[in-house]
């Protein structure tokens, strides 16, 4: 073996390191053979830094992560590596993978779409943006987010994501903990040295990664920067320069990276907006993690799958913008608030929309507590309801013991009122005889969530 691919741990397991999945500017990650392990190992071997990650690491594995999409730091290298083993699922690589395409591409375009397209980003991003919340809702701040120590799976039919990095983990910060950041993804106030990190750093390094993931872009980086002086680029990175989609200062505009509208929704261009405009060099005005969870969801539950290219897109796009398919039928999901006295024959008339999604011939729909309870969190991704569309009736049935009800109301006719259990009930997608249909999450007596549909 060779000595320069094995290490050790404090407790004497020996690890066999493999292929490298990422490099920082703290050090580097490799996957261990033949387990659900990797090795961080950093570049500073000195006494006190040894003993300062020592510190951290006992503080780290005290802290409550359960149910967090983080890869727990296990055990310290043994000297004279200075380092650690963390948990990490075998088949991942960073999100860099997603963001930054190879040189020797030959169709941009292509390649987007063979890492799972728009959809599978928005979801990605997404959970990371849950797990950072989540992270804040404990009164820690992760410190370092980078497109290269956020990890995906590299099978584009699913979405599992996790943090490494977990020994930056600490509560909030004081000036004296500043400085730890990746170049490009800090804050300008951390570039500036003028603050520690804290959840809005936080924020604004995920900006950078959810713009640049599903863009292919920087956000600061524009034709200004990329064809000047290398000084630019600090000057840009310090919020001295306009951003690259600034409204008025077009200064750093640059036709690089996707059409915005084609891959942010107006809710993620809003909040763009509002974090690399205003938000720059104000940090408070910045959106926290919170407000891009719920973006990054809505934007998700609102794509539509081409039937030619298979691609993803927003269903306000008439064509698909990949390969100018006409966008097939489908049926808008508004999901609404329900009080026992509301008419339904007025009900499309209410504007108090929480959630919009689609819902696409042929491809199963499933309704989470995240639907139906505005819950957050692990607890918000359990299925309770699963929707189908065959091109003339919809279909739904529970995934779980609760009981739902459909509703309808005819014109001068008496109610319909239907249980949905766990067998599928149909109505018309488009119906002629009943005005609309009416999908309630909870028990008509009591105010809740329910489901309007519209054939669009």
């Given at each position: 073996?060779?000595?320069?691919?094995?290490?050790?741990?404090?407790?004497?397991?020996?690890?066999?390191?493999?292929?490298?999945?990422?490099?920082?500017?703290?050090?580097?990650?490799?996957?261990?053979?033949?387990?659900?392990?990797?090795?961080?190992?950093?570049?500073?071997?000195?006494?006190?830094?040894?003993?300062?990650?020592?510190?951290?690491?006992?503080?780290v594995?005290?802290?409550?992560?359960?149910?967090?999409?983080?890869?727990?730091?296990?055990?310290?290298?043994?000297?004279?590596?200075?380092?650690?083993?963390?948990?990490?699922?075998?088949?991942?690589?960073?999100?860099?993978?997603?963001?930054?395409?190879?040189?020797n591409?030959?169709?941009?375009?292509?390649?987007?779409?063979?890492?799972?397209?728009?959809?599978?980003?928005?979801?990605?991003?997404?959970?990371?943006?849950?797990?950072?919340?989540?992270?804040?809702?404990k009164?820690?701040?992760?410190?370092?987010?980078?497109?290269?120590n956020?990890?995906?799976?590299?099978?584009?039919?699913?979405?599992?994501?996790?943090?490494?990095?977990?020994?930056?983990?600490?509560?909030q910060?004081?000036?004296?903990?500043?400085?730890?950041?990746?170049?490009?993804?800090?804050?300008?106030?951390?570039?500036?040295?003028?603050?520690?990190?804290?959840?809005?750093?936080?924020?604004?390094?995920?900006?950078?990664?959810?713009?640049?993931?599903?863009?292919?872009?920087?956000?600061?980086?524009g034709?200004?920067?990329?064809?000047?002086?290398?000084?630019?680029?600090?000057?840009?990175?310090?919020?001295?320069?306009?951003?690259?989609?600034?409204?008025?200062?077009?200064?750093?505009?640059?036709?690089?990276?996707?059409?915005?509208?084609?891959?942010?929704?107006?809710?993620?261009?809003?909040?763009?907006q509002?974090?690399?405009?205003?938000?720059?060099?104000?940090?408070?005005?910045?959106?926290?993690?919170?407000?891009?969870?719920?973006?990054?969801?809505?934007a998700?539950?609102?794509?539509?799958?081409?039937?030619n290219?298979?691609?993803?897109?927003?269903?306000?796009q008439?064509?698909?913008?990949?390969?100018?398919?006409?966008?097939?039928?489908?049926?808008?999901?508004?999901?609404?608030?329900?009080?026992?006295?509301?008419?339904?024959?007025?009900?499309?008339?209410?504007k108090?929309?929480?959630?919009?999604?689609?819902?696409?011939?042929?491809?199963p729909?499933?309704?989470?507590?995240?639907?139906?309870?505005?819950?957050?969190?692990?607890?918000?991704?359990?299925?309770?309801?699963?929707?189908?569309?065959?091109?003339?009736?919809?279909?739904?049935?529970?995934?779980?013991?609760?009981c739902?009800?459909?509703?309808?109301?005819?014109?001068?006719?008496?109610?319909?009122?239907?249980?949905?259990?766990?067998?599928?009930?149909?109505?018309?997608?488009?119906?002629?005889?009943?005005?609309?249909w009416?999908?309630?999450f909870?028990?008509?007596?009591?105010?809740?969530?329910?489901?309007?549909?519209?054939?669009?």
């Amino acid at each position: 073996m060779n000595q320069q691919k094995r290490v050790v741990d404090q407790l004497g397991t020996v690890y066999q390191l493999s292929q490298k999945l990422g490099q920082g500017g703290q050090g580097v990650v490799y996957a261990v053979e033949g387990g659900r392990r990797a090795v961080k190992i950093l570049n500073k071997t000195s006494q006190t830094e040894r003993d300062r990650l020592r510190r951290q690491l006992q503080l780290v594995q005290q802290l409550d992560l359960k149910g967090l999409n983080i890869a727990r730091p296990l055990e310290m290298l043994k000297p004279p590596r200075v380092g650690y083993v963390m948990e990490l699922l075998t088949d991942m690589m960073p999100i860099s993978k997603l963001s930054n395409y190879p040189q020797n591409v030959n169709c941009i375009v292509e390649w987007y779409l063979e890492g799972g397209g728009l959809k599978r980003r928005l979801l990605l991003l997404a959970q990371c943006a849950e797990t950072l919340s989540q992270l804040h809702g404990k009164g820690l701040v992760y410190s370092d987010p980078s497109e290269n120590n956020v990890f995906v799976s590299c099978d584009v039919n699913h979405h599992i994501i996790r943090l490494i990095d977990a020994d930056n983990l600490h509560y909030q910060s004081n000036h004296s903990t500043s400085g730890v950041y990746t170049p490009r993804y800090g804050a300008p106030e951390l570039v500036n040295g003028k603050s520690g990190v804290n959840t809005l750093t936080d924020a604004y390094a995920f900006a950078v990664i959810a713009f640049q993931t599903l863009s292919l872009v920087h956000p600061l980086i524009g034709d200004l920067v990329n064809e000047g002086e290398p000084e630019l680029e600090q000057e840009a990175l310090e919020g001295q320069l306009p951003w690259i989609d600034h409204p008025e200062d077009r200064r750093n505009s640059t036709q690089t990276g996707f059409p915005r509208k084609i891959v942010l929704s107006p809710q993620l261009q809003e909040l763009c907006q509002r974090c690399f405009g205003e938000g720059l060099l104000q940090p408070q005005k910045r959106p926290g993690l919170g407000q891009w969870v719920e973006a990054l969801y809505s934007a998700s539950d609102n794509t539509l799958h081409c039937p030619n290219c298979q691609s993803t897109y927003y269903w306000n796009q008439k064509i698909c913008p990949w390969c100018e398919h006409p966008r097939p039928r489908f049926v808008q999901v508004l999901i609404q608030r329900w009080h026992p006295e509301a008419n339904p024959k007025r009900f499309d008339e209410i504007k108090n929309i929480l959630q919009v999604m689609t819902l696409e011939k042929d491809r199963p729909l499933i309704l989470t507590r995240r639907t139906l309870d505005g819950r957050i969190g692990m607890d918000g991704h359990t299925p309770e309801l699963e929707l189908i569309f065959d091109g003339n009736n919809i279909k739904v049935k529970s995934l779980s013991d609760r009981c739902f009800w459909l509703t309808s109301e005819g014109e001068g006719a008496h109610q319909i009122k239907v249980e949905v259990k766990q067998e599928w009930r149909s109505f018309p997608a488009n119906p002629d005889k009943y005005k609309s249909w009416l999908l309630h999450f909870y028990s008509l007596n009591t105010a809740h969530r329910l489901a309007y549909f519209s054939l669009a």
